[in-house]
Each structure stands twice: as structure tokens, then as C-alpha cells.
């Protein structure tokens, strides 16, 4: 027992001292301190986690999952884009994706 409650303080001072470090709002040193685990869980996929390299990679695996689903969603999304608004912007992102969706 003494054991976990070791682990415990030392993952909340490490939360608390990137808190400090990172210049991220003081009020999550509060949340980090009230709620041990689950406050530490929150402030890592709330701060840490989409800014971080594993954030990536994980969108990554998820775009490659879902090609290979459906390959042709982006370019069905983005001739959507295209019929709600006719712009510049919708076109040339649909001609990329259609170039990217072609090899």
C-alpha cells in the first residue's frame, strides 16, 4: 500500500512540475492535486496528448484504417464541400484529393 501511494505522489509531482514547466493554466495543478489518477488522466489527453507525437501517429493509423474501409470517403466529402459552396478553396481541395486518392 505504502508503495502506490508512493507512485502516486511522484506521477502527480511530475503532472504538477509539466504544469509549471509548460506555462499551461495553474487551475490544472489544482485539478492534478484534488483528483490524483484521474486528474492526471484528464490533463494528459486534455494538454499533452493532442500536441504530442503519439497524437499523430494515432490520427495517422486512424486515416489508414478508415481508407482502407472506405477509399473514396475524403474525395466523397470534399464533392459535398464542393455542392454546399462552390469556391476556389472546395475545388482545389478536391482536385487534391482526387490526384491523392489516385495513386
Request: net charge positive; glycine share 4%; hydrophobic share 50%.
Amino acid at each position: 500500500m505504502p508503495l502506490i501511494i508512493a507512485v502516486t505522489v511522484l506521477v502527480q509531482a511530475f503532472f504538477v512540475w509539466h504544469v509549471f514547466k509548460t506555462g499551461r493554466p495553474y487551475w490544472w495543478a489544482l485539478i492534478i492535486l484534488s483528483f490524483p489518477l484521474i486528474g492526471c488522466a484528464v490533463y494528459y489527453a486534455a494538454e499533452v496528448f493532442p500536441g504530442s507525437r503519439e497524437h499523430r501517429t494515432a490520427r495517422g493509423a486512424a486515416k489508414k484504417i478508415l481508407h482502407a474501409i472506405d477509399p473514396h470517403a475524403e474525395v466523397k466529402k470534399k464533392v459535398q464541400d464542393l455542392e454546399a459552396c462552390a469556391s476556389i478553396h472546395n475545388k482545389v481541395a478536391l482536385a487534391a484529393e482526387c490526384v491523392e486518392s489516385a495513386h
